[in-house]
């Protein structure tokens, strides 16, 4: 089982994890674009419930369903959070190893930046990823 830790640039949240990640994917919609400030969004999914965190979090409700954290302090983006699904997605560039990120596919890619290319192999899916 991978171990993810993690926390926000000014090192006041710190997680780590105990279960095995749900997916690995990277988000190319405008929504998350906007949160993390940069083309995509790359993160590890997991189980709330499997994701111990500590720490000064604040919560951006952007959108019915999904709530986004980031650290009160510095304001780095840490995470996003379906609560009614029991889910949470960990930002990649929050993770202590990002090399330990192995991506699976990429969604909403008919949002995607038009100087990205992706050469990578993955799946894409022009909006939402398929319910597994």
Same mark, same amino acid.
């Given at each position: 089982?991978?171990?993810?830790?993690?926390?926000?640039?000014?090192?006041?949240?710190?997680?780590?994890?105990?279960?095995?990640?749900?997916?690995?994917?990277?988000?190319?919609?405008?929504?998350?674009?906007?949160?993390?400030?940069?083309?995509?969004?790359?993160?590890?999914?997991?189980?709330? &419930? $499997?994701?111990?965190?500590?720490? =000064?979090?604040?919560?951006?409700?952007? *959108?019915?369903?999904?709530?986004?954290?980031?650290? %009160?302090?510095?304001?780095?983006?840490?995470?996003?959070?379906?609560?009614?699904?029991?889910?949470?997605?960990?930002?990649?560039?929050?993770? &202590? $190893?990002?090399?330990?990120?192995? =991506?699976?596919?990429?969604?909403?890619? *008919?949002?995607?930046?038009?100087?990205?290319?992706? %050469?990578?192999?993955?799946?894409?899916?022009?909006?939402?990823?398929?319910?597994?």
């Amino acid at each position: 089982m991978i171990q993810f830790t993690g926390g926000c640039l000014c090192q006041a949240i710190r997680y780590e994890t105990t279960g095995e990640p749900l997916n690995q994917r990277i988000c190319h919609c405008r929504l998350c674009q906007k949160a993390i400030g940069a083309a995509f969004n790359a993160r590890v999914l997991m189980r709330i &419930d $499997d994701v111990a965190m500590t720490g =000064p979090v604040s919560i951006y409700r952007s *959108s019915e369903t999904l709530e986004r954290g980031f650290c %009160s302090h510095c304001g780095a983006s840490v995470f996003s959070r379906r609560a009614a699904a029991g889910v949470m997605g960990l930002t990649v560039g929050s993770l &202590d $190893d990002p090399s330990l990120f192995k =991506p699976d596919m990429h969604f909403w890619v *008919s949002s995607k930046q038009g100087w990205v290319t992706l %050469s990578d192999g993955l799946p894409q899916y022009p909006e939402g990823a398929p319910v597994v």
